[in-house]
């Protein structure tokens, strides 16, 4: 589905990624996980050539991202962004609306069609009630919400998602991990890059653990998240809990020696 060769990415002459190769499989979701700074964001950035890497080959569906124009790559590819804030008072029909844009041609208005897969990508992140509410006036579980329904109204195949649950409570945070689920299984394939590693344990198939711009480790989350791992990459000590049928990680700062 994904494969990165050799992507090589600077900002102002201050190397941001750093050789990263990766394969990635259709139908799952791949966690991208890694300390502030390890690249996670500028990763997901040049997948969807919102940033061009210096050198290196992003190949979607086996095809070299460089040669899909950019309204066939945005069919193809969609980023929900850490910021979900929009400037202008849009409603939130009309900004799912806009993941409609690169399937019509110039000057022509949405069709019967169109109007369908924006009603289902309403159902499907539960915004439907919220369609005639102003954007502007969201909080930021529905926020994030109706930026993903704009992403789902694009028909992307690939879905890339940056930090959605960084800045929403609990409630919310699952019901955005338990719509990445259900879109895995109706045929997407998810990149989400997180901070929470008991959500990405919980819900990833994979994880890519990066680290100053490298590729630190990529596997299964119970191999990802192996404590010398944890200490290596984020430098702490980690303790897995167990509680009735679930586990989940317990962090504490390394002890002296």
């Not at 019967?112 to 919220?130: F, P, Q, S």
Request: hydrophobic residues 40%.
């Amino acid at each position: 589905m994904l494969d990165l060769e050799d992507i090589r990415f600077s900002i102002a002459d201050q190397e941001i990624l750093k050789g990263i190769s990766a394969a990635f499989s259709p139908q799952r979701i791949h966690g991208v996980v890694g300390p502030n700074g390890s690249g996670k964001s500028s990763l997901l950035k040049n997948i969807c050539r919102v940033w061009r890497p210096d050198s290196g080959t992003v190949r979607i569906h086996g095809r070299d991202a460089r040669t899909f124009s950019r309204r066939e790559l945005s069919r193809t590819v969609t980023l929900v962004p850490q910021d979900t804030s929009v400037a202008f008072p849009v409603t939130v029909l009309e900004l799912v609306s806009m993941g409609r844009n690169p399937h019509l041609g110039r000057f022509r208005s949405m069709r019967r069609e169109d109007r369908e897969i924006v009603a289902r990508a309403l159902a499907e992140t539960g915004t439907r009630d919220l369609r005639e509410r102003s954007v502007t006036e969201l909080s930021g579980g529905e926020r994030q919400l109706a930026v993903i329904a704009r992403a789902l109204a694009t028909e992307a195949s690939l879905i890339l998602l940056d930090e959605p649950t960084s800045d929403l409570d609990i409630h919310h945070g699952l019901t955005i991990m338990e719509l990445l689920v259900s879109l895995k299984e109706k045929g997407k394939t998810i990149l989400v890059s997180m901070h929470d590693i008991n959500l990405a344990r919980r819900y990833c198939d994979t994880v890519t653990i990066m680290r100053e711009g490298g590729l630190f480790f990529t596997g299964k989350p119970e191999e990802a998240f192996s404590r010398e791992n944890i200490r290596q990459v984020f430098h702490v000590d980690v303790q897995e809990i167990r509680a009735d049928s679930r586990s989940f990680l317990y962090f504490s700062h390394d002890s002296p020696g």
